[in-house]
């Protein structure tokens, strides 16, 4: 499967840049960065190349940027083992995601060091040739509001513990990038004062704070919201809540689970209206049981149903998704009449700017990582590259390699 060359060309594609959309385009590859683009009218120098020429209606998209997946093709990052986050690193190129934050859960503190631990180590020790890159860890709880606990196991939520995290920080080798917390409870908004001063993004998440004590958050250096809608309080004409407070403030850029489940599409429809395509991100939430069958899977100790496209607890608590990024991006297309460009900003350059990144991932650009996704005239994923190698292609596409 893997094309793991260090000179690769892209030909006669319909190439989307950072900055305009070029027709009939190529894309050089060169030890795992782009290093030119532009009109097939003006490629010269094809020698030593491997040329790929894509012939069709075929698109280059920079890769998507997942900053909040659980597990994938019956790993999960709590598994706590390298094994776990090899399958999900060769498992997600297949849905267009070439770089993500392995996400953790709300579960006994010994469980989540060594989750960390594990993450930590892999991120610093492996990046296996033609996968998905783990850019870093994102915590997701136990410092939430068990009010709004969704799948969180209740028993092991905690208040913000300022002293807990640096020690977690730093048995994850600084790896730890965004951090999901209510800011209401006790210890919440210092907190995220110390992730703001460390470069660490601090999202408002499972929480039930007012639209005030969000604010006061915002104030203190809160700028992301997990999973809109999903999990906090909601929107009421006597009290905005975390999801006013998302609307009416630019700072705060906001991650939506597009898969028609977790929100109806006329509510993705009503978020895309008020934050517009620069205000969101799309995610996936999804657990290991994504890519797999219907049946009964395990997330933080519980039983999970998986069924027709949900995943729920026994009490029909929705417990994360089966979403594949490749088919939010469909989804958001479908459900918001977005144009492409705009889908793009909020699956690859919307992510890579929270995270600081963006000079090197999240657009099509010389200079930057080869990340690539080519799409069908249907928006289906077909190829794609991570860091310039061939990562997965679609059985039966038509190309020309040689």
């Given at each position: 499967m893997n094309?793991?060359?260090?000179?690769?060309?892209?030909?006669?594609?319909?190439?989307?840049?950072d900055d305009q959309i070029i027709e009939d385009g190529y894309i050089k590859i060169e030890n795992e960065k782009i290093i030119e683009l532009g009109t097939l009218s003006v490629l010269t120098n094809e020698d030593n190349y491997q040329i790929i020429e894509l012939l069709g209606h075929f698109k280059a998209v920079p890769g998507f940027i997942d900053v909040h997946i659980h597990g994938v093709a019956g790993a999960d990052t709590m598994d706590a083992t390298s094994e776990a986050l090899d399958t999900m690193v060769r498992a997600l190129p297949q849905e267009g995601t070439t770089s993500f934050l392995a996400t953790t859960m709300t579960q006994e503190g010994k469980q989540i060091e060594q989750a960390l631990i594990n993450a930590g180590n892999y991120i610093k020790n492996q990046h296996p040739q033609g996968t998905a890159e783990i850019l870093g860890i994102h915590l997701e709880g136990p410092f939430v509001n068990a009010k709004m606990a969704g799948a969180q196991p209740i028993q092991h939520i905690v208040d913000p513990d300022l002293d807990l995290f640096?020690?977690?920080?730093?048995?994850?080798?600084?790896?730890?990038?965004?951090?999901?917390?209510?800011?209401e409870q006790p210890g919440g908004l210092e907190m995220i004062r110390y992730l703001k001063e460390n470069g660490v993004i601090a999202s408002l998440g499972h929480t039930n704070a007012t639209y005030e004590q969000v604010e006061d958050a915002i104030v203190a250096g809160a700028n992301h919201v997990t999973h809109l809608f999903?999990?906090?309080?909601?929107?009421?004409?006597?009290e905005p809540g975390v999801v006013g407070a998302a609307f009416l403030h630019d700072e705060l850029k906001a991650e939506i689970i597009v898969d028609g489940v977790h929100v109806r599409p006329e509510m993705v429809h009503l978020a895309y209206k008020q934050k517009r395509s620069d205000g969101l991100l799309l995610i996936t939430d999804s657990m290991r049981a994504k890519c797999l069958k219907n049946g009964m899977y395990d997330l933080g100790g519980q039983e999970v149903t998986v069924q027709d496209g949900k995943a729920t607890l026994a009490n029909?608590?929705?417990?994360?998704?089966?979403?594949?990024?490749?088919?939010?991006?469909?989804?958001?297309?479908?459900?918001?009449?977005?144009?492409?460009?705009?889908?793009i900003e909020m699956a690859s350059?919307?992510?890579?700017?929270?995270?600081n990144i963006f000079e090197r991932?999240?657009?099509?650009?010389?200079?930057?990582?080869?990340?690539?996704?080519?799409l069908d005239d249907k928006m289906e994923v077909v190829m794609t590259f991570c860091r310039g190698t061939l990562a997965y292609k679609k059985e039966g596409i038509s190309n020309e390699s040689h």
């Open positions: 094309l793991n060359l260090n000179h690769i060309l892209l030909k006669g594609i319909r190439v989307y840049s640096k020690e977690w920080q730093k048995l994850s080798n600084g790896s730890i990038k965004l951090v999901t917390l209510a800011p999903n999990q906090m309080r909601g929107l009421h004409h006597r029909g608590t929705l417990a994360g998704s089966i979403l594949k990024l490749g088919h939010a991006v469909k989804n958001i297309l479908t459900y918001t009449g977005c144009s492409v460009e705009e889908a350059v919307n992510p890579a700017k929270q995270l991932k999240g657009s099509i650009a010389a200079g930057k990582d080869a990340d690539i996704v080519i």
